[in-house]
Structures are given as structure tokens and as C-alpha cells.
């Protein structure tokens, strides 16, 4: 018992047993000294996330579906500009309650029933870790073999059913050693990682374009390169590509509450996450494309991987400049690799894997866990089958839309902007998030129906043949996801009203909740007379009353 005891996450000793499930310190609503992020660090954020090598590689998959490559960078500004609305309502929530997506989630699903949304998300963040770790190891190869080129020819000692090598899996090792030094530091503060990686990384990856033209005496072929089809075939290409570059962005706008909550004011998790997705995603890839095709000038073909082709730039007998160069890039590319990680999955691993296990879980330990699973589950087999193992992660843009799709409806349909933030951790039957026996079922309803017009197309993915149709509706799967889950979730709500509703006449952001506001005024008063109150610092000082009071 006392060991049990050693290993909970400290908490409030007189709550329920079933309560004690339900909050922990990372649970509860985040405190006004911890909401940190302002304008610029949502900006460096996004433009930290996207400069990784997946993003500087996601045009070259649709110039070999046949794009020209301006088509496919249109593709890229109107995927990321799609998506970017999405994430920014979806983050709403997070920045005006300041709450995490797993406690968002109770909104619409239940107390009880948010679990599955959140073992989804929490269980496909750890698999990630694992994939972006390993990816981050190719970088560090490439950066130790800039300083020590026998590195290269390490004897390999391990088994062949490692499915790795002594050098690849040191190299793999490295990269996870050093990324456990970040997810210490809490969200409110890892901010200064994003913010150095925003500096840091469009520097190396200019260094890196401008190095390629120079080297390659212009921009290369593939600039020239035409479209290989056209008419409705090069429709549904672009729509294709389009669909890729949203899916890739499923997770962050299913967890955006969980850097939103860090937000100093709402409208800094709104317009600057708006504008920096479609911008940074969009220059990144361009790079990107300009880079791989100065590389086929050079090489004779064309080489995707900026990893790949750094390596090339070591063969052979380098320069003492160009290895300085290439470690340079290598080392930054690193940087890259460690916030991606950090943003897109350690945080979001540990703040589900916190609402799972609350007594004995906290964020910090969330991300440990996922490290440790990153690193047993062997991450490199699983991209030797690459095909199949992107058509299965791509599929899984269809269960998070469909969640997405529910939450959304949710705050902005439903309930109307009005939260109930003390019955989000209280197991009460006569709380609003209840609903029958702490699960709603319209949720499930309309999240099942926004998977279940997909799955016969997801199966023509898996090789399967089915109709063309099928196959249509599934390459546009986040809004048939989205779209159908959100149509049958406000259906059911009008059918079968939830508790609450009747209170949500208007679009209000408050907290029904709270008892005292500024001046003394109750939430709902305060709401009404919005003209003498300011209703966000209303919210605020409601979150506050909720910590105080839970």
C-alpha cells in the first residue's frame, strides 16, 4: 500500500473514489501564471511544427501521383488553409476555459465516455513517438557522420531479426536520449523550445535551398515537369492531395485545447493559428519541392529526403566546409525533429494518458511513457512496410474527424459556448456531462456513423475492390467523417435534448458553474448584461472560483 501510495500524482485527499478519476492538477482548469502563450508563441509554434522532414517531403507523393509541382503546391496552401479554421474552433474551448482536450471531450461525449476519444488519441501519439524518433536518428546519422565519417562503418553486432543495425539503432538511441530532457518541461514553458526551433530551423533550411541552387547552378527539372493526366483524373489527384495535407493534420485538430489552454487571451490561440498553418506548411514545401529538384540536376534523380540527399552531399571526399554545412543542417533538422515530437505527441500522449490514469498519471510522466513505448515497439519495422502502414495512419484521420466533428457541434450548436466546468470532474447523476451512466450516446451515434460511411472505402485502400464511389467518399474522408458525425450529432440532440440545453439560448462563452464573478455577480447575470462586463475576463475569474472550490 505505501508503495501505491509513493507512486500517485499528488491530489485532493477527500475527493470520492470516482471523483479521484476524474482530476488531477493537470486536469483542472490551468492557473493565470501558467497561461503563458501570447500571439507569438502560437505563430512560433506553427511555424516550428512545420519545418520537419515529413512536411519538406509532401509534395513529392503528389508530383508522383502526376502533379506538376505547382499544382501541388496549390494543393498544399489549400489543404493547411482548409484545415486551419478547424483547428482554430476546435482550440476555442481550450483558450476561453482553459481546459485539455480530454477534459474538452467530456463536453460532448461524457465523463466516462471520453475515455475511448482519448485511449484513441493517447494510444496513436505514443505509435508516433516511436515514428518521428526514428526519423529523428536518420538526422543524427547524417550529423555524426559530418564530424566522424567512420561513423559509416560501424560492424554491425546486432541479429538480423532486429530488423536494425549497431549504427542505426545507436544513432535512433541518440536522438530518444536527448528528447528526454524536453518533455520534463511543462506546457507553459516549452514554448521557449518552439520559439528556438522557429529561429534556429528557417534559417538551416534556407542555408539548405540556397546551397542546392547555388550547387545545382538553377531550380532543376522538375520545375518544368507537366502534369502527367488530366481532366477529372487530375480533379480527383488535387483533391487527393489536398485530403492528404488535411488527414496529416487530424491530431492537432482533435487536441488543440491542449496548447490552447496555455492561451494569455482566446483571440491568441484565433487569428495568428489562422494564418501561420497555411503559411509555414506552404514555404516549408516549397523548399522542399525546389531542393529535390536542384538535387536531380546534380545527382540525375530526384531525391525527396533532404536526409537522404544531405548524406549524398558526404560521399565521397567533402570539403571541411561542406561537412560544416551539412552538420549544421543535420543538427537543426534535429531541433526540427525533438519539437515536432514534443508538440504533436509527447504533450498530447501525456495529457490523454493524465485523464486515463489521473491518480498515478500527470503530464510529465505521460510523455515518459510514451518514450518508453516509442522505443519498445521497434519504430523502424514498422516503416520498412511503409505502404501499408501510411495507408492504415491515414485511415485514422477518419476516427479523430468524426471525433472532432461531434466536440465541435457541441460547443458551438448545442450548448452554445455555455461550460459547466465543476460538472466536468464531478461523477454527479445530475450533472450536465452524465447523461446515462457518464456516457452520451448521441455522441457515440454520430461518431460511429461518421466512421461507418468510410470503412468500405477504407477497405478499397487496404486493396480491396470497391466502387468507385465508395472509394471517392473515402478520399475525402475528415469531411465525410466530419461532416456526417456532426450532422447525426445535432440530429440526436434535437430529437433527445441533453440537460442544459434549455439554459443555451444564445451563443454565450460563460461558466454556469460558478457562483461569484466580478462585483459579486452570478455567471448567468454577468452574461446578460454584457455590456458592462467584459464576458472573457468573466470566464476567467469562473475557472478561477472552479480550481478554488473542486
Not at 193 to 219: M, N, R, S, Y
Not at 251 to 260: C, G, R, S
Request: charged share 10%; proline share 4%.
Amino acid at each position: 500500500m505505501g508503495l501505491i501510495q509513493k507512486l500517485q500524482v499528488p491530489h485532493d485527499r477527500t475527493l470520492s473514489y470516482s471523483e479521484s478519476f476524474l482530476q488531477n492538477e493537470d486536469l483542472l482548469p490551468v492557473p493565470e501564471e501558467k497561461r503563458t502563450w501570447g500571439y507569438w508563441n502560437f505563430i512560433a509554434f506553427w511555424i516550428a511544427d512545420s519545418f520537419n522532414i515529413n512536411t519538406w517531403m509532401i509534395v513529392s507523393s503528389m508530383v508522383q501521383l502526376g502533379l506538376s509541382w505547382w499544382q501541388a503546391w496549390i494543393c498544399v496552401w489549400i489543404g493547411y488553409g482548409v484545415v486551419s479554421p478547424f483547428i482554430v474552433a476546435n482550440a476555442r474551448p481550450g483558450a476561453v476555459f482553459h481546459v485539455t482536450f480530454p477534459v474538452v471531450a467530456r463536453t460532448s461525449f461524457g465523463v466516462w465516455g471520453s475515455l475511448w476519444c482519448v485511449f484513441n488519441r493517447g494510444a496513436m501519439a505514443c505509435i508516433w513517438y516511436g515514428v518521428q524518433a526514428s526519423i529523428g536518428g536518420s538526422c543524427v546519422l547524417v550529423m555524426l557522420r559530418a564530424m566522424w565519417p567512420s561513423v559509416n562503418n560501424i560492424p554491425n553486432s546486432m541479429p538480423a531479426s532486429s530488423g536494425t543495425n549497431t549504427r542505426d539503432f545507436m544513432c535512433f538511441f541518440l536522438f530518444w536520449l536527448i528528447s528526454l530532457p524536453a518533455i520534463w518541461f511543462p506546457i507553459h514553458k516549452i514554448r521557449h523550445l518552439f520559439t528556438l526551433k522557429a529561429i534556429v530551423v528557417p534559417i538551416a533550411g534556407i542555408t539548405f535551398f540556397i546551397w542546392c541552387l547555388v550547387k545545382a547552378h538553377g531550380v532543376g527539372p522538375i520545375i518544368h515537369q507537366p502534369a502527367t493526366f488530366h481532366g477529372s483524373a487530375l480533379g480527383w489527384g488535387m483533391v487527393s492531395s489536398i485530403m492528404s495535407c488535411i488527414s496529416n493534420m487530424a491530431t492537432l485538430v482533435t487536441n488543440a485545447p491542449d496548447f490552447a489552454s496555455r492561451a494569455r487571451h482566446p483571440s491568441a490561440a484565433g487569428l495568428p493559428q489562422l494564418i501561420s498553418v497555411p503559411l509555414g506548411f506552404s514555404i516549408v514545401s516549397f523548399f522542399g519541392v525546389i531542393v529535390s529538384s536542384s538535387s536531380q540536376a546534380i545527382y540525375g534523380e530526384a531525391i525527396w529526403s533532404p536526409i537522404d540527399l544531405l548524406g549524398k552531399f558526404l560521399d565521397g571526399e567533402p570539403s571541411h566546409a561542406t561537412r560544416f554545412g551539412v552538420w549544421f543542417i543535420a543538427a537543426s533538422f534535429i531541433i526540427a525533429q525533438l519539437g515536432t515530437n514534443i508538440s504533436a505527441n509527447s504533450i498530447s500522449a501525456g495529457c490523454d494518458l493524465t485523464a486515463l490514469f489521473p491518480r498515478f498519471i500527470n503530464i510529465r510522466r505521460g510523455g515518459y511513457i510514451a518514450a518508453i513505448v516509442g522505443l519498445c515497439m521497434l519504430p523502424w519495422n514498422l516503416l520498412k512496410s511503409s505502404n501499408s502502414f501510411t495507408s492504415y495512419l491515414s485511415a485514422y484521420s477518419v476516427f479523430l474527424s468524426s471525433i472532432a466533428g461531434v466536440m465541435i457541434t457541441d460547443y458551438y450548436v448545442i450548448h452554445k459556448g455555455h461550460y459547466n466546468v465543476k460538472g466536468l470532474y464531478r461523477a454527479s447523476t445530475d450533472g450536465w456531462y452524465w447523461y446515462t451512466y457518464g456516457i452520451n450516446f448521441r455522441a457515440y451515434a454520430a461518431y460511429i456513423a461518421g466512421i461507418l460511411i468510410n470503412v468500405v472505402g477504407f477497405a478499397g485502400a487496404t486493396g480491396r475492390t470497391v466502387p468507385l464511389a465508395a472509394t471517392r467518399i473515402y478520399e475525402m474522408s475528415f469531411f465525410t467523417g466530419f461532416g456526417v458525425s456532426a450532422l447525426v450529432y445535432w440530429s440526436l440532440n434535437l430529437l433527445f435534448p441533453v440537460r442544459g440545453a434549455s439554459e443555451c439560448a444564445r451563443f454565450e462563452e460563460v461558466d454556469v458553474s460558478a457562483t461569484t464573478v466580478v462585483g459579486g455577480r452570478g455567471v448567468e447575470d454577468g452574461a446578460r448584461d454584457s455590456e458592462e462586463l467584459d464576458k472573457k475576463s468573466m470566464v476567467s475569474e469562473a475557472v478561477r472560483s472552479v480550481r478554488s472550490n473542486i
